[in-house]
């Protein structure tokens, strides 16, 4: 390298830190160091270059790590900020185990980030921006006195204003809550519906904490009626229902008259999903939702159409009056009309749901209106300082560190999972029952790895013993209308290869039947059916010589078509 | 370290291309560069950007060695100046070598912009040659550099009379109200073979950005000053000059100089050439500037303001819920002392979405107003100081609902607003900043003593009032 630095001393120095036998001998080693670190001739570019190398040392004493720091306090003051934050990062690295003296430099920087901040340069802006969030990460009121700084100006780039809205919403208190909120306030009706959606977002941000004011602002902004605003501030609704219960009442004061602005499928999720839930508190509820399943013909988004069918079945339950006729209007039209499979399904899940008997859906479908605890696991505050120090001025809190993570694997593309529908429903054990019963039987012989032995005998003692020695395996309910018809029953499961064992006479309450079937590998099947006709259900209870989950659900299927189609015949 | 760099234009084309590694392939690069740049994503900051050799569906061409490369860029002058690199570097040094770059580029080719650089391509790549090795920076010393530099500028722009109405920055009046053209600054600093004697300039700028937040009654939310004073020695190097301050200068908010309010900042940094040993008995600056530009001084300044604000907006607002007539009043008084005066003021009023007509009635026949993108825009284009100007605007907003009650009232409906205003004070610092004097050290042997130029100017970053 020619004409490295300022003077010979300079190359002799960086070549020696960089000499392995040097970097094995340690006394050496600090000697170089400490001629180094008193250099003063350097430029810029080498002082930040001299910093790197010194990351790699590890201070013996703590005499030496305080006298390593005393001697690079000067570069902390320098003008050049990527020496500031070259220095910053070595002081944040080289004191992991004195938090004070952590905090301080972090204090002691404060000034040049900020100045970086407001630069004339939007990418030094943005860079040094990123960096404000990383420290606010782990201590969240460092700059809270410098709010003002963080305010935005409509002439600068979009992408700095964003970084800006974060900042803000993370650096509120107690004493700069209302000037935040009031920025904000304004943002919200920018030009650049990216921008005001932005701010909304952040404003709900803020109303997990300080929930009045918030409110009363994002309440007022769906008084504007404008599209983009109103679907970001239901959402927001949405996620501080959920969030924050306390919220809840102003939340269902403010919704209504706003369904008239909303047209994406994000914000009609959002709405429709507080009018299911919360529908007992919003007076004209039901009315909204059957203005949605009027329309539902044309409506393009099935996330839509599945969010509506859970709401409309959650109002049903509380307000069932006047639910009643449009929710059976909905499942009539999603399971006969619908082409979207999911929702058809759906549609399907819940009409059984139903049939099952309406405490069995209210236990499904109600379940909690909010959960306080996914904040405190969202905002884990306090993340010490050494988790992000090595990061600290390099390129991963420019880049985030969800999107770095995702470079660092080396995919290019951001994935994006599949978006899951935001209902509360519990995943059901067991599959749908499926609604062409006829063509499913004749599948069946060849349908799974499943083959029933056709003349499988067993005696009713042994049933007995091995019944009472085995475990239930599964367990399912089915419905079932009227009486039971043993005989067809029987003709039936003989169809395919199941034996009856023992059978109720007909009328009998409760009717029990016990069949028991073997697979050509010696797999017991046993089974118990019990039907209530008060429930208009059929539980049915398996138990399986040898544990294998695949066998065992084919022959579920088996069963369940069979009593399907039984059933089928009866009603 | 960085593996590439090129400059492209505004358009998009590659200026300048050097790859300094060969680790990563081709001068589709900087093409992929633009593609990335234009088809980014709202919310996606542009600053760095990540390209992977793997995926892409070939739209690199070639696979690195697995890895990714990142690119980083900073806009100057119309130009993006990129810099492509493997590592996690990091990106405040990164960011500020590219400025550098700019600045040494502006240096040698005179002003950095398309032109320029299409004229001095061999040029450039001496310099890039010179400042970066194997992708590692040696230096950017300009003193340093002209040793290796042998080319010389191309310099096209001939000196027209035409430049001397606009002012920009390094050219303005000095002490002795002589003008020097606006483009006497942006020229080479080190075509300095030829002819000696017209070189020997040194343009000194006191420059301030304003911003500031005025809420919606009137009371002053938040004043920042960022002030600067930049330097632009044609001078050789080394040679000694002195630049004195005002000396009521006090730094911190418990310094107490003077006897008068003083002029207070909250903090400085000064560039590592000046020597304070004078500073703090006499406020004055001794430094050895290399040629070129650089920044002496910078300084912050928030919350208390010496001075009045240079503007103040009374505004009024009148609106028709009924008819859906939005009245608009905006009364500007420039509070500057009389002799000086605004340039190039313009208002930024945003308006409630769906506003159709704008009728007007301005105070004076030069000032302009216009609807544009959502918002109103009012162009003044001088203001004197102490003076008063007004606008009267009727729109028509017939989409916009409000809450039921008819008649006007006057509170204002949510989308208007807030008004930024943007300006320029020539002339003007908003701390009291001012540069006594500049005194050379250099006597030129045989020649006139050298020109000395120096300009203080203020503008807005952002002037925002709430309405």
New interface residues.
């Given amino acids: 390298?020619?004409?490295?630095?300022s003077e010979d001393v300079v190359k002799e120095l960086k070549k020696a830190l960089c000499n392995p036998h040097i970097q094995a001998d340690r006394l050496r080693y600090r000697s170089v160091i400490q001629r180094v670190i008193r250099m003063s001739k350097l430029?810029?570019?080498g002082q930040?270059e001299v910093l790197?190398f010194l990351l790699r040392y590890q201070p013996r004493s703590e005499e030496e790590l305080f006298d390593i720091l005393n001697l690079l306090d000067s570069f902390l003051?320098?003008?050049?900020?990527?020496?500031?934050?070259?220095a910053t990062k070595l002081f944040l690295i080289l004191a992991k185990k004195f938090p004070h003296v952590q905090t301080d430099v972090l204090m002691q920087v404060k000034?040049p980030l900020l100045?970086?901040c407001?630069?004339?340069?939007?990418?030094?802006c943005?860079?040094?921006l990123c960096h404000v969030r990383q420290i606010l990460h782990s201590l969240p009121g460092h700059f809270s006195s410098h709010y003002?700084?963080f305010?935005?100006?409509?002439?600068?780039p979009?992408?700095i204003k964003?970084?800006k809205v974060e900042v803000l919403c993370e650096l509120v208190n107690d004493e700069n809550v209302q000037?935040v909120l009031?920025?904000l306030r304004?943002y919200c009706?920018?030009?650049s519906a990216?921008f005001a959606q932005?701010a909304i977002l952040a404003i709900g941000g803020i109303a997990r904490t300080y929930t009045d004011p918030c409110m009363q602002i994002l309440t007022?902004?769906l008084?504007?009626?404008?599209e983009h605003i109103t679907t970001v501030v239901v959402q927001t609704f949405r996620d501080l229902a959920w969030l924050c219960p306390q919220c809840t009442e102003a939340v269902c004061q403010a919704l209504p008259g706003c369904e008239e602005n909303i047209q994406d499928s994000e914000g009609k999720q959002a709405l429709i999903w507080l009018l299911g839930v919360h529908g007992k508190r919003i007076p004209n509820a039901p009315y909204v939702l059957e203005d949605f399943i009027e329309n539902v013909k044309s409506e393009t988004f099935p996330a839509v159409k599945m969010e509506l069918l859970t709401a409309v079945l959650r109002l049903f339950l509380s307000r069932p009056a006047e639910c009643q006729d449009m929710l059976g209007r909905l499942l009539h039209y999603c399971i006969e009309e619908e082409k979207d499979m999911a929702v058809r399904d759906r549609g399907l899940f819940y009409y059984r749901l139903l049939l099952a008997g309406i405490s069995e859906a209210k236990q499904i479908l109600c379940s909690p209106k909010s959960d306080p605890s996914l904040r405190l696991l969202e905002d884990q505050a306090e993340r010490p300082v050494n988790s992000w120090a090595l990061d600290f001025?390099?390129?991963?809190p420019?880049?985030g560190k969800a999107r770095w993570a995702t470079?660092a694997k080396?995919?290019?593309?951001e994935h994006h999972g599949p978006e899951l529908p935001n209902t509360a429903v519990f995943p059901t054990s067991g599959p749908l029952i499926p609604e062409e019963n006829k063509e499913r039987v004749q599948e069946l012989p060849d349908s799974g790895a499943l083959m029933l032995i056709p003349n499988h005998q067993l005696t009713a003692e042994c049933f007995e013993k091995t019944w009472l020695s085995l475990k239930v395996a599964h367990q399912q309910v089915f419905p079932w209308q009227g009486a039971v018809h043993p005989d067809t029953l029987q003709m039936a499961l003989q169809v395919v290869n199941i034996q009856t064992i023992a059978m109720s006479r007909a009328g009998t309450q409760p009717w029990k039947a016990y069949l028991s079937a073997q697979d050509d590998t010696g797999c017991l099947f046993l089974t118990e059916l019990l039907l209530e006709p008060a429930n208009l259900q059929m539980q049915i209870s398996v138990k399986q010589s040898e544990a294998r989950t695949e066998t065992l659900k084919s022959f579920i299927s088996v069963l369940e078509t069979v009593i399907g189609t039984i059933g089928d015949i009866k009603s | 370290m960085i593996s590439q760099f090129f400059i492209l234009s505004s358009k998009g084309d590659p200026l300048i291309y050097k790859d300094f590694r060969g680790d990563s392939g081709g001068r589709d690069v900087a093409e992929l560069f633009y593609r990335k740049l234009t088809g980014l994503p709202g919310d996606e900051s542009p600053v760095v950007m990540v390209t992977t050799g793997g995926s892409g569906g070939g739209v690199v061409g070639m696979r690195l060695h697995h890895d990714d490369r990142h690119f980083i860029h900073i806009r100057h002058s119309g130009l993006y100046l990129v810099a492509t690199t493997s590592e996690n570097i990091s990106p405040f040094s990164l960011l500020e070598l590219l400025s550098r770059l700019a600045t040494l580029l502006g240096d040698y080719c005179g002003s950095l912009g398309e032109a320029t650089i299409s004229r001095n391509v061999a040029l450039v790549y001496e310099l890039l040659d010179e400042v970066l090795d194997y992708g590692y920076v040696q230096t950017t010393s300009t003193e340093v550099l002209r040793n290796f530099i042998q080319t010389e500028a191309v310099v096209s722009k001939p000196f027209s009379l035409f430049d001397l109405s606009s002012v920009g920055l390094f050219g303005a009046e000095t002490q002795q109200s002589k003008v020097a053209p606006s483009s006497a600054a942006s020229r080479p600093v080190l075509s300095s073979r030829s002819d000696q004697s017209q070189k020997n300039e040194v343009f000194l700028d006191v420059v301030e950005r304003l911003s500031v937040l005025i809420a919606s009654n009137g009371s002053l939310l938040k004043v920042d000053v960022q002030g600067e004073i930049r330097l632009k020695s044609f001078l050789p190097s080394g040679s000694e000059m002195r630049i004195g301050l005002t000396e009521e200068f006090c730094v911190g908010k418990s310094e107490l100089r003077g006897y008068g309010p003083g002029i207070r900042v909250d903090e400085v940094s000064f560039h590592s050439s000046v020597y304070l040993d004078e500073f703090e008995s006499h406020r004055i600056l001794r430094l050895q500037p290399p040629q070129g530009e650089l920044t002496v001084m910078r300084y912050q300044l928030s919350d208390d303001l010496p001075s009045p604000l240079p503007f103040r907006l009374f505004p009024s607002v009148q609106w028709d819920r009924g008819s859906g007539r939005l009245q608009v009043y905006l009364k500007l008084r420039c509070d500057l002392p009389p002799k000086s005066q605004a340039l190039n003021v313009r208002l930024h009023l945003p308006l409630p979405r769906g506003v159709v007509s704008l009728s007007q009635e301005l105070s004076s026949p030069e000032q302009k107003a216009e609807l544009g993108e959502g918002a109103l825009r009012w162009d003044l284009p001088r203001v004197q100081g102490g003076s008063q100007l007004s606008g009267l605007f009727q729109m028509d907003v017939p989409g916009l609902p409000g809450p039921p009650g008819q008649g006007p009232s006057a509170s204002a409906p949510l989308g208007l607003g807030p008004a930024s205003l943007s300006f320029e004070l020539p002339r003007h610092t908003c701390s009291g900043l001012q540069v006594r004097f500049l005194r050379l050290a250099f006597r030129p042997c045989g020649n006139a003593n050298p020109h000395k130029w120096v300009r203080h100017l203020s503008h807005s970053d952002a002037y925002v009032i709430r309405i």
């Avoid at chain 1, 305010?151 to 600068?156: A, D, G, K, L, Q």
């Avoid at chain 1, 008084?223 to 404008?226: E, H, K």
């Avoid at chain 1, 080396?410 to 593309?413: D, P």
Wanted: hydrophobic fraction near 35%; charged fraction near 20%.
């Fill in positions: 390298m020619p004409y490295l630095g430029d810029q570019w930040a790197n003051k320098s003008s050049s900020p990527g020496v500031v934050m070259g000034g100045a970086a407001s630069s004339e340069s939007r990418e030094l943005f860079a040094a003002k700084k305010f935005c100006s409509y002439s600068e979009h992408y964003l970084q000037q009031e920025e304004g009706t920018d030009v990216d932005a007022e902004l008084g504007l009626r404008q001025n390099t390129l991963v420019v880049y470079i080396c995919q290019g593309v």
